[in-house]
């Protein structure tokens, strides 16, 4: 969405005076400062007495790891058992997950034991390892395959929804993005492309995923909160728009609230709308690509479920995105009908 506006038939349009907050502000220049900066230049513009900012409110707590978690049936087998599958190579890998550090392993190790077990089970299943198995061997291959194929969406959901760096990703221990660096950063998308993969590896035809790249993407979330501070930001925008919309309507209910003088359309308006236009896009990207982690249990655990639809919608009226793009609207509204009063 973009202002509504001309560089001739709306020079009255408040945003004419945009330069000295943008200068302010420069590259390190925070977000808050930008939009304070601005409702202050707006209630200049407008003989009023500018706001007070208010605090926005703060953003939602992830769940904790427990209410995060689903439940998975343990799948028990006698180490003879396991043994006489010796030719698929499973044998170590279930003596180490069944050992001590193997029960108190993250849950990003825990994740990466259930996808090496799945995919040494599937090669064997589909080798000729079977045809030398004898009876009750086979048919134990065969339901060990199907018990973790039909697990194996369980078990990714907790290996990431169970992992620290996750909810690192939404720490409340976070500030709003800087002004200048509203996009997600390359590595972190780059992750969530990973995990994505990684998700719905049992449902799709496709090449081998590097497992040993796992730790890697999850460190590469947790080397900062970006959900967190895109939220914060989104919040922190709302909260601003819909003050400096109080401005405006004060002036409309004055009914003279004009510029005092004609400003031609400059860059400096155009820049303060494309910070709001690469914000709004930041999110739109960033919530889009967090989606179908969210989305890849049919029925996720109640409290993530409400987390993400207070607070990842891109539809929910609450939720920062839609709120935010709600207050933008409104406050353009505003802005073209101060414009046509004073044209």
């Known amino acids: 969405m973009h202002w509504a506006f001309s560089k001739k038939g709306l020079a009255t349009l408040l945003v004419a005076g945009l330069g000295s907050l943008l200068a302010a502000c420069g590259s390190d220049g925070d977000s808050n400062e930008l939009l304070i900066d601005y409702q202050r230049d707006l209630a200049q513009r ?3 007495a500018p706001p007070s900012p208010a605090s926005p409110g703060n953003i939602g707590a992830f769940p904790e790891q427990r209410e995060r978690l689903v439940s998975i049936p343990e799948t028990r087998e006698g180490m003879l058992n396991v043994f006489a599958l010796r030719e698929c190579h499973i044998t170590t890998l279930v003596a180490e997950r ?3 550090l193997g029960r108190v ?3 990003s190790q825990r994740w990466r034991y259930e996808l090496t077990l799945w995919q040494r089970l599937t090669d064997c299943l589909a080798s ?8 009750a061997d086979r048919e134990r291959l065969e339901r060990l395959t199907t018990t973790k194929t039909e697990q194996l969406a369980q078990a990714a959901w907790n290996g990431l929804f169970g992992s620290d760096e996750w909810a690192g990703s939404f720490s409340r ?3 709003p993005l800087p002004a200048d660096a509203l996009s997600p950063p390359e590595a972190q998308l780059q992750s969530l492309g990973y995990l994505r993969a990684l998700m719905t590896i049992a449902e799709k035809d496709t090449p081998p995923i590097d497992l040993e790249a796992l730790e890697g993407h999850l460190h590469a979330l947790n080397q900062r909160p970006y959900t967190a501070e895109l939220l914060r930001t989104l919040t922190l925008a709302t909260q601003r728009l819909e003050e400096a919309s109080d401005l405006a309507e004060r002036a409309l ?3 003279d609230g004009c510029l005092t003088s004609a400003l031609e359309y400059n860059a400096n308006d155009e820049h303060l709308d494309q910070w709001l236009e690469t914000l709004n896009a930041a999110a739109h990207d960033w919530l889009a690509a967090l989606g179908p982690l969210f ?3 049919a029925s996720p655990p109640e409290a993530v479920d409400a987390y993400q639809e207070k607070w990842l919608s891109r539809r929910h009226p609450s939720s920062p995105l839609p709120a935010f793009e709600a207050a933008r609207h409104h406050h353009q509204e505003l802005r ?3 414009a046509r009063r004073c044209r």
Not at 128 to 135: I, M, Q, R
Request: hydrophobic share 40%.
């Open 128 to 135: 000729k390892v079977p045809e030398s198995l004898p009876d």
């Open 295 to 297: 989305d890849s249990l």
């Open 105 to 107: 392993a993250p849950a």
């Open 46 to 48: 407008l003989d009023l």
């Open 253 to 255: 209910a004055r009914h």
């Open 173 to 175: 221990v976070s500030s």
């Open 336 to 338: 073209e009908a101060l």
């Open 98 to 100: 069944n050992s001590t």
